[in-house]
C-alpha cells in the first residue's frame, strides 16, 4: 500500500526499530501519525514534529499487558484521526526469563491490538480496508534454542497474522495482513540480551550469539517500509542484513470439508 497520504498507527514507536520507521513512513508522505507505547518519549515526539511539519503526529499511551487500556487506545486513536489505513505491531521484548510476561506482550497483546483495530478498518462495516503489519522474528523461522519463549511468541505472531491473511477474512474485512521477520538489528533490545535467557547455562552461548553480524536499524526500516508498501497479503518476509527474502511454505496440511 503506499502510504503517501495515509493515517498510520505505529504501536511501540519509541522503541529502535519504531522510531527508524516511523522516520521512514513519515518520509514516505503519510499524514497522520499516531504513536502508542508504555511511555512518551518527549524528545522522539519534539523531533519528529519538528522534522515534519506537514503531518500530524499523536502519541496515546497503552500497556500491551491490558487489553482494555488497548482497546481504549484504538478508540481515542479513531476519535482523532478519523479513521486509519495502516496498523504497525511492533513492541515487544525478549526475556525469556519473564515467561508469561514474554507471551503476555509479544503474543496477546499483539492479537488484541490486531482485534481492536479491526471493526474500524472493517469494510463491510463502514472502514476503509487496510494493512495490518506484525513484527515477528528470524525466530520464528528457524528457532534459535537458546530462546525458545521468545521463540514460541513470535512463531505465534506468524501463526495468527497468516491465518488472517485467509480470503474469507480479506473478503470480508478488506484488510492486508503482513509478517516480517527482522534479522539481529542493532536496538536497545539486542543489547546485553544474553543475560535475559531462561536456563542460566546456556548464557554463554547467548553471549556468543550477541557478537554475532547486526543490521543497522535504518537499513531495516527501509526495508520494511518496502513490504509496507510492495508485500502481499499473507506473506511473510525475511528481513536480514539488508536483504528482503519472501518466505514460503510447504502445504503440510488442508483442511478438507
Ligand atoms: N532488535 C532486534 O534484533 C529484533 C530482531 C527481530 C525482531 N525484533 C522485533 O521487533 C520489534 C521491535 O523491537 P526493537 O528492537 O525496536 O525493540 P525495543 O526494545 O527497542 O522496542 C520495543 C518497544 O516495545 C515497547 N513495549 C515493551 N513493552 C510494552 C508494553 N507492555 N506495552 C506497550 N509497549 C511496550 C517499548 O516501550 C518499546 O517502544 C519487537 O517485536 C522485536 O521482538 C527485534
Redesign the pocket.
Known sequence: MELKGKNVIY????????QACIKEILNSGAKHMTI????ENKEAMIGFKKSYPGATIDFIP????KKETITAAFKTAKAKMGHFDVLVN?????MDSEVDLTIQ??LM?LIHSNLAALPYMDKSSGGRGGVIVN?????CLEPPPLYPIYSAS?DGVKAFTRSMADQVYYDRFGVNFITIC????D????EGFYTRVFFKFVEEKAQALAKAK?QPVDVLAKNIIKVMETGKNGGVYMLNLGNIEEITFPKFWEATF
Open positions: 504501536s511501540g514507536g519509541f522503541g529502535g526499530i519504531g502508542f507505547d508504555l511511555v497503552f500497556d500491551m499487558r511492533s513492541c515487544g521484548i525478549m506482550i509479544n497483546g513484527i515477528s522474528s528470524v525466530a513470535k527482522p534479522g539481529i538489528t536496538t536497545p533490545m539486542s547486526q
